[in-house]
């Protein structure tokens, strides 16, 4: 399948595919990143995960038509607010979300798979409502629009790379938060030895509703990065789920930096395939070759040595 | 004294339990009338396909009972197996369906229509077994069954299970449904394989044909609760609910854990593929909207609001949220989705054994107590409880 094509093409298409697979790899690390945290640390199965991000999506819409309207002086600037409004909003629903349902559920983690699909279907129902079935995008400011010409053959749009640096800062924090802060320290612990962590003096139900408010928070601000690549809908969220479920599992829940390696593997191998097969089969290979190795190697990438 | 090895086998044995329960014995009767009796009497011949329809989903529900609520596996791909045996059936009916002279219009005359549409010029291997009918009706049970095989051998010989277990289900039900959708030429997309006219020669389509292909559904449905509740009730059922209770005991008790789970969740694959050909007699066509994540849910759904315990609650859970849907749906299109996520919810947090909870505990112990107060009291038999 490579025959027809010379070399400098070749490394100006896995340039090109390359980079179109970081943007992937930024929204599925982004999502991942959440997911990895409520069901790597906490055991719960979030299927309305992909519905928190769209709720980011969706307030990031909002900030985009508002301030069009009201301060379109500040209009170039709306995307930072809109992230952090995001992030608010999905950490907060989360938080209740924790509070009246995935609480009672800790000891079924197959029963948390059940509710949160419930969830999911009512705020699918309920976006549909409020926003209408149809596929709604935001306008970027201009400085986001447009591509920076690397080479002759191979140029890379300035959004990607602005999704790719909030990426990045994001990831970086949520790290220096679980690993280097007292709160996630906290975290740690509970998730650990619950009784024991309990016993020093954690308030352990305050840390489950923060730790799931965090999760989803993180998902929020991947929907914000998710309306620069593409349009969202009510059912959005759900074409993303089962890859994202796939890039925590393979990359051995409970390790972030598994996640990260497994969202850049699959993102690229997927989009490195979509270029010489038909989408649908590229996809279909990638998901194959995950499945595989996860059957040969059922704790996945990368594995945290606890004893529990 | 009583030696507590002697006690606990006794407890053990189960095989001078009879086969049902007057109980189950009055519910399977009660069902059968309901199913055999009362819905033909009192539904056109519409309603009465609808019906059968929703009774091939209760298969898969009555496989979800044994598989994750006796031993525990949560499958989130049942309708890989509700769509693999649907496909199979479908196959064979197109295949009638396309004959030379049906289909000499044409470029390649003898193929079914949509592998002429996307410039295939030749039937694929894996359509020619086919053309025979017993060879279909043998494949409708052993593809799905052998893919369950695959899928469940690899995973649980390496002690995979729970919610990753599950996860990995979902993500073979998505990938099988991209595939059928992608491959258009060989599985008919997006649209599914349709236009099925024929089984042997026998038209389906006719109000007689669908009157009979109703009775034979609730006939194979019967016939798999009782299947099922040989094996609840066999000493295999009690070591599938050991399993999910306390696994490592189990194991440590020398049975081999891994060939009792690949067990119940291949005849749970098996019930479901009957169910799947059977939607595709009665419905007249199969689609890959029945093989993704979202029916596969929504069938655990109907064993869960049934009772994930109960072989009879799967089939009354599966008429109810069937029928709830039809008519909400029909009247109140945006509500509908409301309802069934709040009915997940609920089904979970106020009531996890579903119906047939709900009547073990509530309704049958009145029931118990009117009846009791008419007779007399039969003598209690005391359990031995074996020595902890």
Redesign the interface.
Known sequence: MFGEYSLGDLGAIFAMQGFAGLILFSVYVLMALGLAII?GQM?V?NMAHGEFMILGAYVTYLCSTFFQANLPALFPLYFFIAMALAFLASGALGMLVEWG?IR??YK????T???T??????L???Y??VFGAREVGVELPSWLIGSVQVTDTIEVPINGLFVMAVTILITVSVALLIYRSRFGQQIRAVMQNRAMAGAVGIDTERVDRYTFGLGCGIAGVAGSAFTMVGSTGPTSG?LYI?DT??IV?FGGAASLLGTIASAFSISQTQSTLEFFL?G??A??LT??A??GI??LR?QGLFTLKVRR | MTNPVQALSKSVTVNDSPFMKPMEWLSLLVLAGFVLVVLPVFLDGFRLNLVGKYLTYAFVALGLVICWGYAGI?S?GQGVFFGLGGYCMAMYLKLEASSVENTKIQSTPGIPDFMDWNQITALPWFWQPFKSLPLTLILVVAVPVLFALVISA??FK???G???F???T???A??LT??I??QQGYTGGINGITDLRTLNGWDIRTDSAKFALYFVNAGLLIACILAAQYVKRSKLGRILVAMRDKEDRVRFSGYSVAGFKIFAFCLAAAFAAIGGAMFTLQVGFMSPSFVG??PS?EM??YA?VGGRLSLFGAVWGTLLVNFAKTSFSESFP?LW??G??????A???AF?NGLAGIWREQIEPRLTRRVKALRPAPVAIPHGTPAE
């Open positions: 069901f055991g199965i349902l009672f559920l079924r983690p197959l029963d798979l059940l509710a699909w419930g969830l999911s279907l009512i699918q129902q309920a549909r409502t759900q089962v479920f796939l599992v038909s649908s089969m996809k279909v998901l194959l995950v499945v996860l059957m059922p | 949560l989130l690899a995973m390496r002690r995979v729970g919610t990753y599950a996860i990995i979902q993500a073979i998505a990938i991209i595939l959708v992608g994540i979202v849910i655990v759904i869960a945006d989705l409301f069934l996520g709040a009915l997940f919810i089904v979970v947090l996890p």
